[in-house]
């Protein structure tokens, strides 16, 4: 079955710098979205990508979707405070079953 | 306003009592869903409904069932909760399948 991969596990940015979460399918997916969920909070839609090379920004953020459609990105620069939480990207296959990366925990120093 | 609200925010359960949670919206959207996501996990799709069309997962115990009496509910039932089963129910929803989707706030079971 399809499997996404999600790297790295956890993430210790210092304030102001930058860093990417990365995500891979062993399957060609027809779309690719992500959430983000604060400590304790429930998962917050962000983006959703679906064209072959496509790339996204959200102030700070840039969301990039592979050419063969298996992988994505999520690049945030100027790390703040606010960012801290779990990102994850959820693939979504041919047959509609939308699968979520294990995440990327961000924490970050003052 | 909340869109997708769940009941209770926490909910103890004794190990083998039946436990039923619940999940509204306030959306209109064809697309139910149940997960489970434990500690520093990715949320476990459980099953889903697709209007009154029921598609479990072929992983989910037999333990976990699921009821759409209405467009605005879902309810989860656990019929015989064990301590794995202990973890965070997040109900979301989506306009249709290939769409994103909105999670309530998730209801926290503790199994004693």
């Known amino acids: 079955g399809q499997q996404v991969m999600q790297i790295p596990q956890y993430q210790h940015v210092q304030e102001g710098e930058d860093f990417t979460t990365y995500c891979n399918s062993s399957?060609?997916?027809?779309?690719i979205q992500w959430y983000k969920q604060r400590p304790g909070g429930h998962p917050v839609f962000l983006i959703q990508?679906?064209?072959?090379?496509e790339v996204k920004k959200q102030k700070r953020l840039t969301f990039q979707f592979g050419e063969a459609k298996k992988n994505s990105s999520l690049h945030i620069t100027a790390t703040q405070t606010t960012d801290v939480g779990t990102y994850f990207c959820?693939?979504?296959?041919?047959?509609?079953?939308?699968?979520f990366g294990a995440g990327t925990t961000v924490t970050v120093r003052a | 306003d909340a869109m997708v609200i769940q009941n209770p925010r926490y909910q103890v359960t004794q190990f083998g009592k039946p436990v039923t949670l619940s999940c509204s919206q306030t959306?209109?959207?064809?697309?139910m869903y149940w997960y489970q996501q434990k500690s520093s996990q990715a949320p476990k799709l459980l099953f889903h409904?697709?209007?009154?069309?029921?598609?479990n997962e072929a992983d989910t115990p037999d333990n976990f069932q699921s009821r759409r009496p209405n467009t605005s509910f879902c309810f989860l039932d656990i019929r015989s909760p064990g301590l794995g089963d202990a973890a965070m129910y997040l109900c979301?929803?989506?306009?249709?399948?290939?769409?994103?989707?909105?999670f309530g706030s998730g209801t926290q079971l503790s199994v004693l």
């Open positions: 979301a929803t989506s306009r249709s399948m290939q769409e994103k989707l909105f």
């Open positions: 399957t060609t997916l027809s779309n």
């Open positions: 990508l679906v064209k072959s090379g």
């Open positions: 959820a693939g979504r296959s041919n047959d509609y079953k939308l699968s």
């Open positions: 959306l209109n959207h064809n697309v």
């Open positions: 409904y697709y209007d009154k069309d029921f598609n």
